[in-house]
């Protein structure tokens, strides 16, 4: 076998506490900038909104450079593994230095765009923000890259240390930016560019480590081998599209539900909050999972990929039951913390109970195989059926359900899960039916 029990907690149990330690230093984040202003914390939250899709789809082509160097390592050919590892990290180059030229001389119209006519001291800090951040786009391009790499590599445990220096710093410097200095969103958006800066080079100069399986040595040009680029793509750009409109879709639903009321949009921003952490190590092995299935299908043993999907997912079905029922169990208690109004504390607990008990019957097949199909180099149908399915049943049912139905906030979360149960069966199949280890990238 490629993997020993040993070896899969070696990668897992560092994933886990890198999720653990991006949501833990959101909400620190957010309480931060609160302090400051309603004004600031407003820009920042829309202006994440854009920062997400900006980062799913670095993450997305991260994704499909990591599986085309596991292919090559899993071949057990090095040289081509280590090449098309700095043609990732040369894609990924040009691409953030593309998308931050857009964002610095257009930002004005951006912002109108995507966030509309708001008051002017929300459009002031959200452009301040989305300057400064734009800033570190080609940072967090070259960290999702490499940590993807570092992942193929089976080790999590690198990318979990520079993770928390990131987050360290991050916390630090908002800190002294806005507490101290007192430049609000500006010294927030200085604060995160600083920190994915670091973290960046950090882990840039370790890629040039000989002794690693994937590494830069040797590997320098400026020149893009189009066939490596290619596979790339074949991976990375559908996995970027599913992501992005997946992101818009999310935006979208968010424009229905702020015509529900305050109380059903307060209990939309805790519920979503608290969600994170409920699938919090699905996410974790979903990461794993690419890193491990593309090695396998590389390796030429399809049987083992299947073999390790299956593992995983029973140990991401298990982690995600536990923190199911814990939120079955403490779902009063914790929209308690948020001090909501009594209609929306009730609400967010049907919602929460709703997600607790959906996550433990779809989550699973619905987002973790789709991992194991693009780690195969099965790309192309996953993310046609994940757009499919979002616009048809998550959109549409939103509208019927929480509009026409007038079911509000808690029709919204039930369309969500309709979609992953279509997505479930969908994924369940194909898993089965074995097509997807014939998928791969084009040659």
């Known amino acids: 076998m490629l993997y020993t029990n040993k070896d899969l907690k070696k990668l897992i149990i560092p994933l886990v506490f890198e999720q653990l330690l991006a949501l833990l230093v959101g909400l620190a984040d957010t309480l ?29 082509f991260g994704t499909g450079g990591a599986v085309v160097a596991g292919h090559f390592l899993g ?6 593994a280590c090449k098309a590892s700095w043609q990732v990290l040369l894609f990924a180059l040009a691409s953030s230095v593309t998308v931050t030229s857009i964002f610095l001389f257009f930002h004005n119209g951006i912002l109108q ?11 002031e800090n959200a452009r301040n923000y989305l300057v400064v951040t734009a800033l570190s786009f080609v940072p967090l391009a070259v960290y999702n890259a490499c940590a993807g790499l570092f992942r193929t590599m089976r080790d999590s445990k690198t990318t979990l240390k520079i993770s928390i220096l990131m987050n360290i710093l991050n916390v630090a410097g908002n800190a002294v930016f806005i507490y101290g200095f007192g430049i609000g969103t500006f010294g927030a958006a200085v604060s995160t560019t600083i920190s994915r800066t670091v973290a960046a080079v950090l882990i840039f100069c370790l890629m040039f480590n000989e002794k690693r399986d994937l590494n830069f040595k040797g590997q320098v040009t400026l020149r893009f081998r189009l066939d490596l680029i290619k596979k790339i793509c074949y991976i990375g750009l ?33 519920c979503n909050t608290i969600a994170s952490f409920n ?23 399809p049987e083992q990929a299947r073999y390790y999907s299956k593992k995983l997912m029973k140990a991401a079905w298990i982690s995600l039951s536990a923190m199911s029922l814990v939120l079955v169990v403490s779902a009063g208690v914790l929209t308690s913390l948020y001090h909501l109004s009594p209609e929306a504390t ?17 989550w ?21 059926v994940s757009i499919g399915s979002m616009w048809i049943f998550r959109l549409g049912c939103s509208y019927l359900l929480g509009i026409v139905f ?35 990238e084009p040659q």
Not at 115 to 122: K, L, N, P, W, Y
Not at 347 to 356: G, I, R
């Open 32 to 60: 931060m900038i609160a302090n400051v202003s309603e004004a600031a914390v407003s820009g920042v939250s829309l202006v994440d909104t854009i920062n997400i899709l900006i980062i799913n789809v670095f993450t997305a």
């Open 75 to 80: 071949k057990g050919d090095k040289e081509d």
């Open 113 to 123: 765009l995507i966030i509309g006519r708001v008051e002017a001291d929300v459009m």
């Open 238 to 270: 559908p996995n970027s599209m599913e992501n992005s409109l997946f992101q818009l879709g999310k935006i979208l639903t968010v424009s229905m539900i702020s015509t529900m009321g305050t109380y059903a949009i307060a209990a939309n921003a805790v």
């Open 279 to 301: 699938i919090l190590p699905g996410a974790a092995i979903n990461s794993g999972i690419v890193a491990i299935v593309s090695v396998c299908i590389g390796a030429g043993k």
């Open 346 to 362: 009730n609400l967010a607990k049907q919602v929460l109970w709703l997600h607790a008990v959906m996550v433990i019957v779809a």
């Open 364 to 384: 699973v097949p619905s987002f973790t195989l789709p991992n194991v199909f693009r780690a195969a180099g099965d790309a192309i149908l996953p993310m046609a």
């Open 406 to 440: 007038k079911m509000g906030l808690l029709g919204v979360w039930t369309a969500m899960v309709i979609d992953w149960i279509f997505r479930s069966i969908f994924f369940a199949i194909r898993f089965r039916s074995g097509k997807w280890e014939k998928g791969s």
